[in-house]
């Protein structure tokens, strides 16, 4: 089953509020602790940077670093205005989630490239097969065998 853009992109949106819900489960339990671990690592980076089609692994890639820097910036921040408890941090991080999947993502130019030279290899590709097979004599299905392009 493929996933569309807006079915990921609302995924997201609600990762973060279905962590916030799972700290009021009893402490220790990894039913608690593996959501808002997922989420605080992933969530907010993924949502920033929307994964396109054959950027995937470069978006995961940077997705970490990003969310765990919002993350610290996020308590850092609560910390120093005396106001950090996990509910609050949590709360903060789902809100800005949700707002940056409402978004458009930020561009990924690498994956962007590789997704554009993996069709323009394809075409490249086509077009020698159509030419090796006009060599050796053999035309393609499209064009009659007597005439040349």
Do not use: K
């Not at 765990?68 to 950090?84: D, G, I, P």
């Not at 903060?92 to 993996?118: D, S, V």
């Not at 159509?130 to 009659?144: F, I, K, L, Q, S």
């Amino acid at each position: 089953m493929q996933l569309t853009r807006t079915q990921i992109r609302v995924g997201l949106a609600v990762s973060g509020w279905l962590a916030l819900a799972a700290t009021a489960l009893p402490g220790g339990s990894p039913l608690r602790w593996l959501p808002v671990l997922g989420f605080v690592a992933f969530g907010p980076g993924l949502a920033l940077l929307a994964p396109r089609p054959g950027a995937r692994l470069e978006a995961v890639a940077l997705a970490a670093p990003l969310s765990l820097a919002l993350a610290t910036l996020t308590a850092t921040s609560l910390f120093l205005l005396e106001a950090f408890s996990v509910a609050v941090f949590l709360g903060a991080l789902a809100a800005f989630t949700t707002a940056a999947a409402a978004l458009p993502g930020a561009p990924l130019p690498l994956g962007a490239r590789a997704a554009e030279e993996a069709r323009g290899a394809e075409t490249t590709r086509d077009a020698e097969t159509t030419r090796d097979a006009e060599t050796r004599g053999m035309a393609p299905p499209e064009v009659p065998s007597g005439s040349s392009r």
